[in-house]
């Protein structure tokens, strides 16, 4: 136990022990109240005299002063109450505000300790602080770079460390590259152009600590309160015995004096925020967190991973003529499963989502940053980058162009030495990234700004999506330090991220706060609050509860400094003696206690609809199958650029097929199994009607895309190119925006989303 727990311990030991020895009449419960009295003045003289030595008072002050008062007119009675009533209070602000250590072994224990350095006799294995400038170092596949350098050959890296994105890049011989990168290809060798404790990463372990130990302690709600209330109690004490010449009477009025309503209905107010935010998946590790996240005015948010999934996407797949899609995931998923690629991954899922049978491959290999090969049905397919001194077809350059234009992955497949297909892959936002943006605005933060590591065209595209307040992009960790520091200059900052890159900042905001379910360890170490279960709208959920915890706890002191003014004064009459203002304050601590305990409760959170989760969660997993019946329906279009050709027919009647076969019931099985439940939750019928009239306008386009085929038995007629075009078009907007409006304000209700 603590020591505040071990004083609580004996001071109600102490108290009931002379309730028992009372009938006697021996006189022992004096000297047992003294003694309690006693016990609990002694660590609170301790803990005011640190005070006054860093030059500041508060509420521990006039606690000593009433007990101490007690003990001089001999009230020992009302002096254990008093004594039982400031334990209870420090033990209750202990366990609120018990900071954890800021640990930073996940940052200490990534960093390498040894260095493949070439000699004269081959390579040899050094300790990494003895590399030295200009030395050449050999980085093995897998390693984290030991030091900063330059690089003597093409190598591919893995900078997730550093700048937050996932994929591997390829730096070109000559290009400078930090420490703390992981080398994701073959061996590389690199010059030395710093020591160790010189390199990127041994300053981010510095500055990580730097910013842990400038944090100072927050000032106690109950003794910004006690700078004013202090003064009146003593000069309402000092006036009463100056005019009643009686010490009993201004004894009386500093024990109702004693600020156990701030001692007390501020911690529980705090802690019950605490436990609340723990029910809704936020772990916030002390009560000053708690309280500072209660007034945060700026909020600093990391892009990947944070604010998105954090792993791309296959959103579309662009085929040569006469390829379809399925034939070319069929492809690429054949070669990419023997891959560790996240790339890979991501083209795996896409031909699943797609019902693609994956087939095996053979003499796979791959090249780090170029792409994998492997023989599939005699033919050789590479999945990648294009092959060197291949042929760019029309089709090809248009998908180029479409790549930068939607700033996205451009993954080729290449059969036999020719491009055959394009896989295009994004890094998409959180479905529930936008609402949690609105609910931040809504609880009272000013400004929003993306602090990413990642280029300035993708950052700025995700911020325009969210509607964030400002972008600074291609950020370091020195450069994400002093952000937060220049915003903390004019409020309280809050970070949130989830990379090793993030950790530095995270330490040194006001608040840090970590996506703890794939964050790193070091950012989970550096954080003041965890998200546990990597959802973004727990963020707005914990700014909700912090601000109504420290609104409950204003309350609550308030209320009970009302109620102790009122208290001395009747005292200061000679109306209360000593033990009976002790009993007094009790009753008003009770009250400021019972008031205090509101935050427990859940406040305006929408309450369990089992229906309403389970047909949330099936329609979620609906909208992820039907990606490839959307991607269709572009597909479709840009086949018309073409001209009436067989496959443009052919694809135009395959995107109509899935129309009316998979996206159409999916459509009509929202509107009257969805959307009626839905109704109920929302509070209305009319709060689903926008998107009912979604539903009508998707199938008018697909009525009107049948209309044509039926005019078209022999085949698509040059006249119609047009306007099938403009209804393909039209149609994939329109399912692209309902099926977002969808995502992000419906099915992110679901409990457990």
């Not at 109690?233 to 009993?248: C, E, F, K, P, Q």
């Not at 027919?649 to 099985?669: C, G, I, T, W």
Request: charged share 20%.
């Amino acid at each position: 136990m603590s020591r505040h727990t071990w004083t609580l311990t004996a001071v109600s030991a102490l108290l009931v022990a002379g309730f028992a020895a009372w009938p006697a009449g021996l006189g022992v419960e004096r000297w047992l109240w003294g003694a309690a009295t006693a016990g609990a003045l002694v660590p609170s003289v301790a803990r005011v005299v640190a005070d006054l030595r860093r030059r500041r008072y508060g509420a521990d002050l006039l606690a000593v002063l009433a007990l101490a008062g007690t003990l001089a007119v001999g009230e020992y009675l009302a002096g254990a109450v008093v004594a039982l009533m400031v334990a209870t209070g420090q033990v209750l602000e202990a366990a609120a505000a018990r900071r954890a250590a800021r640990d930073l072994s996940g940052l200490l224990e990534r960093a390498p300790r040894q260095a493949h350095r070439r000699a004269a006799g081959g390579l040899v294995t050094v300790p990494v602080d003895e590399v030295g400038v200009d030395d050449e170092v050999v980085v093995l596949s897998g390693e984290i770079v030991p030091v900063d350098g330059t690089l003597r050959a093409e190598g591919v890296l893995d900078e997730s460390a550093l700048t937050g994105e996932p994929e591997p890049v390829v730096r070109p011989s000559g290009e400078t590259v930090r420490s703390g990168t992981v080398n994701a290809g073959p061996a590389v060798d690199l010059t030395a152009a710093a020591t160790a404790a010189d390199s990127t990463y041994a300053g981010m372990v510095r500055l990580a600590e730097e910013a842990a130990a400038e944090r100072a302690p927050i000032a106690r709600l109950a003794d910004r309160v006690a700078g004013w209330f202090l003064p009146l109690a003593l000069l309402i004490a000092g006036s009463a015995w100056l005019v009643s010449r009686d010490a009993v009477i201004a004894v009386a009025v500093l024990v109702t004096a004693t600020p156990c309503p701030l001692l007390l209905a501020v911690p529980i107010a705090v802690t019950g925020g605490m436990s609340r935010a723990s029910r809704a998946g936020i772990v916030v590790r002390d009560g000053a967190a708690l309280e500072l996240l209660g007034r945060t005015t700026t909020l600093l948010l990391d892009k990947t991973g944070t604010v998105t999934e954090g792993r791309p996407e296959i959103t579309d797949v662009v085929c040569a003529p006469g390829v379809t899609p399925e034939h070319a995931l069929r492809l690429a998923a054949a070669v990419e499963q023997y891959s560790l690629h996240v790339l890979a991954a991501a083209v795996l899922r896409a031909a699943s989502r797609a019902g693609v049978e994956v087939h095996s491959a053979e003499d796979v290999s791959e090249s780090p940053g170029r792409g994998a090969t492997g023989r599939v049905g005699g033919e050789t397919v590479q999945v990648g980058r294009i092959p060197a001194g291949a042929e760019v077809p029309e089709w090809a350059s248009a998908v180029l162009r479409r790549g930068r234009l939607d700033l996205a992955t451009v993954i080729w497949v290449t059969v036999d030495g020719e491009l055959t297909a394009a896989l295009l892959g994004r890094d998409r936002i959180r479905p529930d990234a936008v609402r949690t943006m609105r609910r931040l605005h809504a609880a009272g933060v000013r400004r929003v700004v993306l602090l990413t590591g990642d280029r300035v065209d993708t950052s700025t595209e995700v911020a325009a999506m969210l509607g964030l307040d400002e972008v600074q992009a291609e950020a370091t960790p020195e450069d994400k330090i002093s952000r937060v520091r220049r915003e903390g200059e004019h409020g309280t900052v809050v970070m949130v991220g989830d990379g090793i890159n993030d950790a530095p900042a995270l330490a040194v905001a006001d608040v840090g706060i970590a996506l703890g379910s794939r964050g790193s360890t070091a950012a989970v170490q550096s954080a003041d609050a965890v998200i546990v279960d990597d959802r973004i709208d727990r963020l707005a959920d914990a700014m909700e509860i912090a601000r109504r915890a420290r609104r409950v706890a204003s309350q609550s002191g308030v209320i009970g400094t009302a109620l102790s003014l009122a208290a001395m004064i009747v005292s200061a009459l000679g109306a209360l003696v000593p033990v009976a203002g002790a009993l007094v304050q009790e009753a008003i601590d009770v009250a400021v206690i019972v008031n205090s305990l509101r935050v427990l409760r859940s406040g305006a959170r929408r309450g369990t609809h089992p229906e309403a989760d389970t047909l949330l969660g099936r329609f979620a997993a609906e909208h992820e199958s039907l990606q490839p019946v959307r991607a269709s329906v572009r597909q479709a279009a840009d086949a018309l650029s073409a001209g009436a050709t067989p496959a443009a027919d052919a694809a135009v009647r395959r995107a109509h097929r899935l129309l009316v076969d998979e996206l159409l019931p999916h459509e009509n099985a929202e509107e009257t199994e969805l959307y009626p439940v839905l109704g109920g939750v929302l509070g209305s019928p009319e709060e689903t009607v926008t998107m009912s009239r979604g539903h009508a306008e998707i199938a008018r386009l697909c009525r009107r895309l049948g209309r044509h085929l039926d005019t078209a038995s022999d085949g698509i007629a040059p006249e119609q190119i047009d306007d099938l075009r403009a209804t393909l078009y039209g149609l994939d907007a329109v399912l692209t925006l309902h099926f977002a409006q969808e995502e992000e304000g419906y099915f992110v209700l679901r409990e457990g989303e």
